[in-house]
């Protein structure tokens, strides 16, 4: 099609007419010549130069329009943004529904385990960047095509455009490109906006792994189970047991343990009886709060504790007394008399037979000691023990002398050689005690569930309660499991105000109840294993025991020990805090468990099953420190590592940052791709011989040999400086088989060249 190329009328028609000086004219002023030549310009000189346009244009097919490697590109590497998506959605949510990840898929586990998880976001990240790399050269290439064939384009941008369809260096210089052309008609084209987002998009995704990174956090997760080499009993050949006693301190240590489930009812019966229900507890044998917490898994053997508190109403006579501090003013009291032991029990517990053969084994003697309060009518308590059952302390002491190993088989908590306790509360002050006066009878008193009280003064009272209790230890094979987090507590009080709490710990050794899971509780569930049981029961030396039942021995000992102060009858223990009293005094965080349990549960079994199950924990962490057997043993080991999510509890911003900038490239690119693919009727991605070949016509033949040895620069400004950048489009010459770049010339464009004229 022949151009005039001397026109002085520039045919651009989408900016602001350009003339020569000489021919300087408005719109509202035309002179009949520069119509007539607009009009020249504008129809084309014979029938036989119009351009007709194909309607009906075949597609190029698929395989030739975008090609194997393109559709490669497009469809391959979707699927792998895709899988790619689905694997960071496994990290992100691939705890699964236990706590800690116990039930995490086994690739999230190994991942997590070794810490790999931010190298893993960083290649993932690295893969995502590298395809969508490629998807967006492409696109780019693709909406080169679209822009070539659909859109009028200035002369001076054809050649980026037609070798854009080959070979691509990104969205940038294109997006700059079509937003450069001069024409607002561009915002009106898909193209641009799709181009520019995934642009956007492309520049946003360069930052994946840092967004993604910033979603890590350092989280907990149990490992796998392992055998581990663990010191859990000991051979005492040869070490004294005086020596061993001396490891060992009354600071209160909460070690971990397992539990077997037990549902119990403390609350005593209609008769007064309240029993505490059989409690055994296996013990962790590893020595540091962090070692035991962080398990959740053991198998092996451990040493086992029995213990069980029944507590009655007694049947008692005697006399009060009070004692005068050497502080002026304050006083504590003491009670002195005889307790029958036998018939409190039968009479709370009918069915029970003789607890002993002895002639008056059944009737014990006491004096214990009673606190006053230091604070206004606050109820405080203490205990007492009185003897062991058939009062056999004397023997037991004879033994331990000697080296010989007691019984120390499980059975009932009033069955011989148990301990016996007299457990007391009152509310006197120690201003009230006083004013007692000298030997002051035990007045009548009322029972109240598995208290005797008697009020001594108007609202001063005294409540007692009778306790049998049983410790024993055995080594056995055990099962120790925990299925979320576990803790070993402490008590709150700076040891200066009254405030203080108990709880944590009162919960942690089921005190009060048996209604809270092991969970809920802070620590482990415990299952013995089937075992050949020794039937040995003979009084042997110590030294001469096996290992396991040496071990259980002297476990049972030092808590007995410590319990009745070496086996000495009516040794009153301090059980309170803010009092004034005399005794054995264990340590002031025992004496405030023991009276909140009181207080808070009414319990005398409560409070006394928790003073013993400390004991047993804190001598038994002592003990750790002379194990000298080792034994392979399975465990599971809690580890920290820095993983995402969950998002119920964490954020997860750069996650949800990332897979929108991914669903967007996604469907950016899915647009792109069904628009060329059904769109496009001449350009074939990636090929360049075609590319070239288009810009070859007599619309480009001038600046094709004009930039022949000439930088893009100098050929873009020859075309604006003689007004030849004319707005240009890719289409079929006529009924020719070529496809070239020709001016545009429809009705819509003359009427906009018109008017800017």
Not at 709 to 715: C, H, M, R
Request: one cysteine or more.
């Amino acid at each position: 099609m022949e151009c005039d190329r001397d026109a002085s009328i520039d045919s651009a028609p989408f900016g602001p007419s350009q003339t020569t000086s000489h021919q300087e004219t408005t719109s509202s002023n035309l002179s009949p010549s520069v119509v007539a030549r607009l009009k020249a310009r504008l129809e084309p000189a014979n029938q036989s130069e119009k351009i007709e346009l194909p309607h009906n244009q075949p597609r190029l097919p698929l395989k030739e329009s975008l090609g194997f490697n393109g559709c490669l590109i497009i469809a391959g590497g979707s699927i792998v943004i895709l899988a790619t998506m689905g694997f960071l959605a496994s990290l992100w949510f691939g705890y699964g529904y236990e706590p800690e990840a116990a039930d995490a898929t086994w690739a999230w586990r190994q991942i997590a385990l070794r810490d790999w998880m931010a190298r893993t976001i960083t290649i993932s990240s690295l893969l995502l960047r590298f395809v969508i790399s490629l998807q967006t050269s492409v696109c780019t290439s693709m909406i080169a095509a679209l822009v070539l064939e659909k859109r009028l384009t200035r002369k001076s941008d054809v050649a980026y455009l037609s070798i854009s369809r080959g070979i691509s260096d990104g969205p940038r210089r294109l997006v700059l490109l079509l937003f450069s052309s001069g024409t607002s008609s561009i915002f009106f084209h898909v193209e641009i906006w799709l181009i520019s987002l995934m642009a956007l998009v492309a520049l946003g995704l360069q930052f994946s792994s840092t967004v993604l990174i910033s979603d890590l956090h350092r989280f907990t997760i149990v490992g796998d189970v392992g055998t581990q080499s663990i010191r859990n009993l000991c051979s005492f050949s040869g070490f004294d047991l005086g020596d061993a006693w001396t490891i060992f301190t009354y600071t209160p240590v909460y070690t971990m343990f397992g539990e077997e489930k037990l549902e119990y009812n403390i609350t005593p019966d209609v008769k007064g009886f309240s029993d505490s229900g059989l409690v055994r507890r296996g013990y962790l044998p590893l020595g540091g709060v962090e070692n035991r917490t962080s398990v959740r898994q053991y198998r092996g053997t451990t040493l086992i504790s029995s213990l069980r508190t029944v507590c009655v109403p007694p049947q008692l006579d005697g006399y009060l007394r009070s004692h005068i501090t050497i502080y002026a003013n304050t006083a504590f009291g003491s009670i002195t008399g005889t307790v029958d032991y036998g018939p409190s029990l039968r009479d709370a517990h009918p069915g029970i037979g003789p607890l002993c053969t002895s002639n008056g084994c059944e009737t014990v003697p006491f004096e214990c000691n009673i606190p006053g309060s230091l604070l206004d009518h606050s109820t405080q308590a203490n205990y007492c023990f009185l003897e062991t059952v058939g009062r056999t302390s004397q023997t037991l002491q004879t033994l331990a002398l000697n080296g010989l190993s007691d019984l120390n088989l499980p059975a009932e908590p009033w069955s011989l050689n148990s301990s016996i306790y007299l457990v007391i509360r009152s509310n006197l002050t120690v201003f009230d005690w006083s004013g007692v006066p000298e030997n002051t009878t035990v007045p009548p008193a009322r029972t109240i569930d598995e208290w005797r009280t008697f009020e001594l003064m108007e609202d001063r009272f005294i409540s007692l309660s009778l306790c049998f209790s049983r410790f024993t230890v055995e080594a056995r094979d055990a099962r120790l499991s925990a299925s979320e987090a576990t803790l070993e507590p402490t008590i709150m009080w700076d040891g200066l105000t009254v405030q203080h709490d108990t709880s944590e710990v009162s919960s942690f050794i089921g005190a009060e109840t048996s209604a809270q899971t092991f969970s809920e509780r802070g620590m482990m569930s415990m299952e013995i294993l089937p075992t050949q049981d020794e039937k040995d029961t003979s009084f042997k030396p110590l030294k001469e025991l096996s290992p396991g039942k040496a071990s259980s021995a002297y476990l049972q000992r030092f808590v007995v020990k410590t319990a009745t102060s070496e086996l000495t009858p009516n040794v009153s223990y301090v059980g309170c805090v803010f009092c004034t009293n005399s005794g054995e005094i264990l340590h002031n965080d025992l004496n405030l468990l023991f009276s909140d349990v009181i207080e808070s549960s009414g319990r005398a079994a409560a409070a006394l099953q928790s003073v013993i199950s400390v004991l047993s924990a804190t001598i038994f962490d002592g003990m750790i420190k002379v194990f000298n057997l080792t034994e392979e043993v399975s465990m599971a080991v809690t580890t920290t590592a820095s993983t995402p999510g969950p998002c119920s509890s964490h954020q997860c911003s750069g996650f949800i940052s990332v897979m929108v900038l991914l669903v967007v490239h996604l469907a950016a690119v899915a647009v792109i791709t069904a628009l060329y693919v059904s769109q496009v009727r001449f350009s074939r991605y990636s090929n360049i011989w075609h590319a070239v070949s288009q810009l070859v016509g007599e619309e480009l033949k001038d600046t094709l040999e004009q930039g022949n040895d000439a930088k893009d620069k100098d050929v873009v400004e020859a075309l604006k400086r003689e007004r030849k950048d004319d707005f240009v489009k890719l289409e079929p010459l006529g009924d020719s088989s070529r496809v070239e770049i020709v001016k545009h010339s429809d009705d819509n464009r003359k009427l906009v060249e018109i008017e800017e004229l």
